[in-house]
């Protein structure tokens, strides 16, 4: 705070379509989606009519005992979307829980998971197995299931005890050397603590194909389908966490289609309102939702329940930004302009202090270190990412970094000029900065 206090804020006042203006009238190219959300661009037609039509009808009623029309058009269509995105198993995820952002969306794919054993009788599944490195947001039970030392180290005596298997960091996986792939040492691991603790594990929660915030960490070709069939085995419930990934960002509407993995609770946000308002939406299997029925006396209610869920705004902006999807082919447009930044991110790639670029669609980290050849990584203190990205501002590029690992992530609507001012500007500023350090 100390340091960023001294720094002069940019105040955005406006937006659109890939871009933010600021209060002196200055544009920027929004290379992070304002964190991952913005899906169709600024001041999106549709979803800005569909905002105003609503606010003409009612901004806001509660959904504690009542419900309302976009709440129950939204659900249909994300039951229709994820049913054709993803392959159902035993029971089709069919019953949507709404919250107003990620962390919630965890928080009550985390209850649910406990409680559905409580309820079968199963009463020592109570723990939760997660990954190194995971993000599943900030507050308390989302955070006891993370893994980034440096956000969460400091609450530890705040939170309840997780299982953590290995993250699949390809880049860095040293122990990978005594097994034929990364993909089969962290496989193998998770399997030992799940042989060990699976009388105790209620779910595994898991950023299906890419960690995002733990640092852009893409999980090799089968790992997901492994740790599926994992869950399978030893009768674990599979929370996919699809805040970041859901919504197109990895090229598929929902991270898990790229493995035709279904799991049994799926966690969402972020772009489920194309960036405009806060909203998340749980979604459960019909045989997880089955065992919270019961008579009134019996009390299997799932007790969760916050002020603005389902907000009748964010609903409808939902709706509309699903319906851009299919109007617009969102998801076929975006293939070339994958390739488009596949192309100029190899570029990146022989850059001297780029040790790693990780890409999934439109979710990339580029991984500066300071030796190429050794992987030896820039120290905290230098702050790289951090230089990088300013420097890209002062280009007209607004990015953030994850430590020593540049983030790029824009908006699914960006053209292909623009994606290629992307690139352009964040080679140029890796080039400068880190040319500027090896001088001293
Ligand atoms: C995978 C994942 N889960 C959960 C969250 C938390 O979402 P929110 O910031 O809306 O609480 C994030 C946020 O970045 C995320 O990336």
């Not at 020593?404 to 400068?432: D, F, R, W, Y």
């Amino acid at each position: 705070m100390k340091e960023w206090a001294k720094e002069t804020p940019i105040i955005i006042t406006e937006g659109c379509g890939s871009f933010l203006k600021d209060i002196s009238g200055r544009w920027y190219l929004d290379g992070v989606a304002s964190i991952w959300v913005t899906v169709h661009g600024h001041r999106k037609k549709e979803i800005d009519n569909a905002i105003k039509s609503q606010i003409d009808k009612i901004s806001h009623s509660t959904l504690l005992g009542l419900t309302h029309p976009p709440a129950i058009k939204l659900a249909e269509k994300l039951v229709q979307v994820v049913n054709s995105s993803l392959v159902t198993r035993h029971s089709s995820l069919s019953k949507v829980f709404y919250s107003d952002n990620g962390s919630t969306a965890v928080e009550i794919g985390l209850k649910v998971a406990f409680q559905y054993w409580q309820h079968k009788g199963i009463k020592r599944k109570k723990r939760f197995l997660s990954l190194n490195n995971a993000y599943h947001g900030d507050t308390i039970g989302a955070v006891s299931v993370g893994g980034i030392d440096i956000f969460h180290n400091i609450f530890s005596p705040l939170l309840f005890k997780s299982y953590k298997a290995p993250s699949p960091y390809c880049y860095r996986c040293e122990f990978a050397k005594k097994f034929p792939s990364c993909k089969l040492f962290c496989l193998k691991k998770m399997e030992q603590v799940m042989q060990k603790h699976h009388q105790e594990i209620a779910g595994l929660i898991i950023e299906p194909i890419m960690q995002g915030a733990g640092g852009m960490i893409v999980s090799p070709p089968g790992y997901l389908k492994g740790v599926r069939k994992l869950c399978d085995k030893y009768n674990i419930l599979m929370i996919a966490d699809e805040v970041a990934t859901g919504f197109g960002r990895t090229g598929k509407m929902f991270a898990c289609e790229h493995e035709k993995v279904s799991p049994d609770i799926l966690c969402l946000a972020k772009g489920i309102t194309g960036g405009y308002l806060p909203l998340a939406a749980t979604i459960t299997t019909e045989k997880i939702y089955n065992a919270f029925l019961g008579e009134f006396k019996d009390l299997k209610t799932f007790f969760h329940g916050h002020t603005y869920t389902g907000n009748q705004i964010a609903c409808a902006a939902a709706v509309a930004n699903l319906e851009i999807f299919k109007k617009e082919k969102t998801l076929k447009t975006m293939q070339k302009k994958i390739e488009i930044l596949k192309k100029g991110l190899f570029k990146i790639t022989e850059l001297p202090h780029v040790g790693d670029v990780r890409q999934k669609g439109f979710m990339v980290g580029i991984e500066l270190v300071k030796d190429k050849k050794t992987k030896e990584p820039y120290p905290t203190g230098e702050k790289i990412g951090w230089k990088v990205c300013y420097k890209a501002r002062k280009k007209g590029l607004i990015i953030r970094p994850l430590g020593n690992v540049i983030v790029l992530m824009p908006p699914l609507s960006i053209s292909h000029q623009e994606l290629k001012g992307l690139i352009q500007i964040t080679a140029e500023a890796i080039k400068e900065v880190t040319e500027k350090m090896d001088r001293g």
